[in-house]
């Protein structure tokens, strides 16, 4: 895999610089940017092409079906910070909108890939479906880009102890409180990003303020306590940081939307705003309503003590 750079990224497809064609592409969703994933990146990386990703924003099931739950291991922020990781100096991110769901494969890759993009080579996994009703195949792909005049590589599927490693594997196994099983499938740990918002502060009033960051869009590990790690990815305190952190709905102050709530250890300083990457690492026990605000505070310090001990293990 090539030295990660500064990654452009590219939203709209028509018009495109000529300096922007000519890449090598992998393409796909990448939701968790896993271990699958990672192979099919690594093949367009073989070509004497800049290494390039398209995908699409919003996730295509999420056109089709709104009112799914969520279900993204990553929002678009987390992928690109990971595909940039990986070396890729072009990030083609485009709208799937109607326009673009009514494509067929043969607009898609005539218009989109070739006259648009001017690909030089698309690698896709082996299940790859593109186009109106999710008519084309890798194999279709690769007929259409003899016409078009781009290379088509197909990547095979990556298992692991005899199971295809995908995205719904690595949903489950967070569902079920396996962070550390869903680490091996993608590669990377499992992390959540986004902006620090404003809570209701009763952390800090505990003696334990921690970072709240809102779940909107995203699959939902079990709910519970995590030992974490933390990176802090904007600011003048940007760095990487232990800590704990708790996923659920607070049932002890009767809230219902959940979000996740980070304690960084050993840090002072205002985060409101500020971009964090938060990797689960651990799940430590389940959320649980307290009698009282001081058993919860004993259960806060002995949650801080088991965190240290797993990520000093690391």
């Given at each position: 895999?090539?030295?990660?750079?500064?990654?452009?990224?590219?939203?709209?497809?028509?018009?495109?610089?000529?300096?922007?064609?000519?890449?090598?592409?992998?393409?796909?969703?990448?939701?968790?940017?896993?271990?699958?994933?990672?192979?099919?990146?690594?093949?367009?990386?073989?070509?004497?092409?800049?290494?390039?990703?398209?995908?699409?924003?919003?996730?295509?099931?999420?056109?089709?079906?709104?009112?799914?739950?969520?279900?993204?291991?990553?929002?678009?922020?987390?992928?690109?910070?990971?595909?940039?990781?990986?070396?890729?100096?072009?990030?083609?991110?485009?709208?799937?909108?109607?326009?673009?769901?009514?494509?067929?494969?043969?607009?898609?890759?005539?218009?989109?890939?070739?006259?648009?993009?001017?690909?030089?080579?698309?690698?896709?996994?082996?299940?790859?479906?593109?186009?109106?009703?999710?008519?084309?195949?890798?194999?279709?792909?690769?007929?259409?880009?003899?016409?078009?005049?781009?290379g088509v590589t197909v990547a095979p599927i990556l298992k692991s102890e005899g199971a295809d490693i995908s995205s719904t594997a690595i949903r489950a196994a967070l569902s079920e409180g396996r962070p550390r099983d869903a680490a091996a499938m993608l590669g990377h740990w499992h992390r959540i990003e986004g902006a620090v918002e404003h809570g209701a502060k009763r952390g800090r009033e505990l003696g334990y303020p921690t970072a709240n960051i809102g779940l909107s869009g995203l699959h939902l590990p079990r709910l519970g306590v995590y030992a974490a790690r933390v990176d802090v990815l904007t600011g003048p305190q940007a760095g990487s940081y232990d800590g704990v952190a708790s996923l659920g709905v607070r049932p002890m102050f009767g809230e219902n939307a959940p979000n996740l709530e980070t304690y960084l250890f050993d840090f002072s300083g205002d985060l409101y705003g500020h971009h964090l990457s938060i990797a689960l690492i651990d799940y430590l026990r389940p959320e649980a309503k307290f009698a009282s605000l001081d058993a919860l505070t004993r259960q806060i310090e002995a949650d801080c003590a088991a965190a240290r001990s797993c990520l000093t293990a690391l």
């Amino acid at each position: 895999m090539r030295e990660a750079g500064t990654m452009q990224t590219i939203t709209n497809w028509q018009g495109l610089d000529p300096a922007l064609r000519g890449a090598s592409v992998a393409m796909g969703n990448f939701d968790g940017v896993h271990l699958g994933h990672r192979s099919v990146i690594a093949l367009a990386a073989t070509q004497p092409a800049p290494l390039g990703i398209v995908t699409f924003e919003p996730h295509p099931r999420a056109f089709f079906a709104p009112a799914t739950a969520p279900f993204r291991l990553m929002n678009a922020e987390a992928r690109a910070h990971r595909l940039e990781k990986l070396g890729v100096a072009r990030l083609y991110e485009l709208r799937f909108d109607a326009a673009l769901a009514a494509m067929s494969a043969e607009a898609f890759a005539q218009d989109v890939l070739c006259a648009g993009l001017g690909v030089a080579q698309v690698t896709v996994g082996a299940d790859f479906r593109f186009g109106k009703g999710r008519t084309g195949t890798a194999e279709a792909l690769a007929r259409l880009g003899e016409g078009c005049g781009f290379g088509v590589t197909v990547a095979p599927i990556l298992k692991s102890e005899g199971a295809d490693i995908s995205s719904t594997a690595i949903r489950a196994a967070l569902s079920e409180g396996r962070p550390r099983d869903a680490a091996a499938m993608l590669g990377h740990w499992h992390r959540i990003e986004g902006a620090v918002e404003h809570g209701a502060k009763r952390g800090r009033e505990l003696g334990y303020p921690t970072a709240n960051i809102g779940l909107s869009g995203l699959h939902l590990p079990r709910l519970g306590v995590y030992a974490a790690r933390v990176d802090v990815l904007t600011g003048p305190q940007a760095g990487s940081y232990d800590g704990v952190a708790s996923l659920g709905v607070r049932p002890m102050f009767g809230e219902n939307a959940p979000n996740l709530e980070t304690y960084l250890f050993d840090f002072s300083g205002d985060l409101y705003g500020h971009h964090l990457s938060i990797a689960l690492i651990d799940y430590l026990r389940p959320e649980a309503k307290f009698a009282s605000l001081d058993a919860l505070t004993r259960q806060i310090e002995a949650d801080c003590a088991a965190a240290r001990s797993c990520l000093t293990a690391l």
